[in-house]
């Protein structure tokens, strides 16, 4: 706690400022809170959602973190709804080593490929071989896709609020008592600001020692993302405000909301460089 007088204030009188940081976490049930939640959320996210790939570019794909992912099909979108004749489908995981169903993964007979409980050590390069014929007296084609399957979150996020206070002297008990009571108040602190006015409006009694100025309450949301995860609209156009797995060659060892370039992080969700 600071204060400082104020040249317009009469002898004693002096200006304080207080921050106050408030930790929310994401569970916090609170409905303005998941209102934001949802518009900062991009799609695709549903786990009934296909995907389907590309032989021109890797198609993108963010799983959220310990969730169901989407149906990621083995096929373009031109053939996606053609009838195909014999096709074998052969996936194809981080490293090229090729998968199998387990706990986690899962491979349908039409080739797509789902996850349960998406880790972050599966982020990673996936391809996708595809051997088919459109009419039986055609030759077999084959064709690789690539998708780019990344890890996500939502961010952790705190609110900083600022508001001015009229104090007493600085080294007066007042001041002592009213920051131990006001550093306690952690909860609704909005309402808390909100009542105090109230409370003068309706009193008779002349203004207190100490007193809320009113109108000088901001609030600011700031984001944090878990150590290894980082925001990126420019490389995660699609997923703008998530926190996604720090790719290869950076890492984020803390609570930051970028990650870090690092030339010796060679593996995904990387906390130290």
């Known amino acids: 706690m600071w204060c400082r007088r104020r040249a317009t204030a009469a002898a004693g009188r002096l200006l304080l400022r207080l921050l106050l940081v408030v ?4 569970q916090a049930p609170a409905a ?58 052969q996936w194809r995981g981080p490293g090229g080593n090729i998968l199998s169903e387990n706990s986690s993964v899962k491979i349908s007979p039409t080739g797509t490929l789902m996850f349960k409980r998406f880790k972050s050590n599966q982020s990673g390069v996936y391809t996708c071989s595809l051997v088919y014929k459109l009419t039986a007296e055609q030759p077999a084609k084959n064709l690789i896709m690539t998708y780019l399957i990344y890890a996500y979150s939502d961010s952790n996020y705190y609110y900083e609020f600022t508001a001015q206070y009229h104090a007493a002297p600085c080294n007066s008990i007042y001041n002592i008592s009213f920051e131990k009571a006001l550093l306690q108040a952690r909860y609704l602190i909005e309402k808390f600001f909100e009542q105090q006015v109230e409370i003068m ?23 944090r993302c878990y150590p290894g995860y980082g925001m990126n609209p420019l490389r995660h156009p699609d997923c703008p405000d998530c926190c996604v797995v720090c790719s290869p060659g950076s890492y984020n060892p803390s609570n930051r909301i970028h990650c ?11 906390t130290k460089c």
């Not at 409006?201 to 984001?223: A, C, F, H, N």
């Not at 870090?260 to 990387?270: I, K, R």
Request: charged share 20%.
């Open 201 to 223: 409006r309706k009193s008779s009694e002349p203004l207190p020692e100490i007193y809320y100025i009113e109108g000088t309450l901001q609030m600011v949301w700031v984001d």
């Open 32 to 89: 303005a809170q998941s209102s934001k939640r949802f518009l900062r959320s991009a799609e695709p996210r549903d786990s009934n959602l296909k995907i389907v790939g590309s032989i021109i570019f890797p198609v993108k794909v963010y799983v959220k973190l310990n969730q169901n992912g989407p149906r990621i099909l083995c096929v373009t979108n031109r053939l996606r709804n053609l009838e195909l004749i014999d096709p074998v489908f």
């Open 260 to 270: 870090l370039p690092c030339n010796n992080s060679f593996m995904y969700g990387a």
């Open 23 to 26: 930790v929310l976490l994401l």
